[in-house]
């Protein structure tokens, strides 16, 4: 069946789901698509032959998964919930009524110290600027700058003097912390303590990562997206404990 025929049927090949989603979402793939199937995220149905026949709302459905992870970092648990409440016709949180999509959330965690996973989504690798610009559009003097990049804490991609989203964002927080008197020299710790933390996370989704299972590297991404929001969710309460204390 042609790609005209199967819109028109509403029945597509994982191959199409797969055309359908990459403008969206490029790194995308088959194993990735059979790794929310395996999760539960959605049930396609199966020809007698045993090929899988996703419709325009499976298709829908994978939208959601895919926008949820990308742009806010939420596990599959949570992405579960949003879908299970969208399937009994609720609204669930963070979700505007009448759209399937979530709404990014401003802050990285609240007032009770729960993550806020959308400072993890991934940079966009088609965003780039140079030097001059980071530190215009981050609001910071030159000097600021310089040091945040003598101490290692934002760094320009290899091969290129270009800095992606991950170090204008940091660039704009250093700024806001050197308003209270904390210089680069004192953001030192943070970076120390990062690099700690993702040791950690790589040590465990190690064995996931050198597996052969077709799945596999879905499933590492999968845990280290739960992994670093629960890090710093546990980072966040230990420090308000620590001030309350």
Known sequence: MSGAASARSGSFSIGEVLARLRPEFPDVTISK???????????????PSGYRKFGHDDIERLRFVLTAQRDHYLPLRVIKEHLAALDAGLT???LPSGEGRVQPAPRIVDDEGTVRPSAFRPSRSDV????????????IKPELFEQLESYGLVTARPGRDLFDEDALAIAKVAGELAG?????RHLRAFRTAADRQVGLIEQVTAPL???????SRARAEEHT????????????????AGLHG
């Open 33 to 47: 698509i059979r790794f929310l199937e395996a999760e539960g995220l959605v049930e396609p149905e199966r020809a």
């Open 128 to 139: 780039r600027w140079d030097r001059q610009e980071v530190i215009e559009l981050a609001g």
């Open 209 to 215: 990562v050198r597996h052969r299972a077709a799945d």
């Open 225 to 240: 997206r739960e992994l670093a929001a629960l890090s710093v969710q546990l980072h966040a309460l230990l420090v308000k």
């Open 180 to 184: 209270f008197g904390l210089e680069p």
């Open 92 to 94: 669930p949180p963070n």
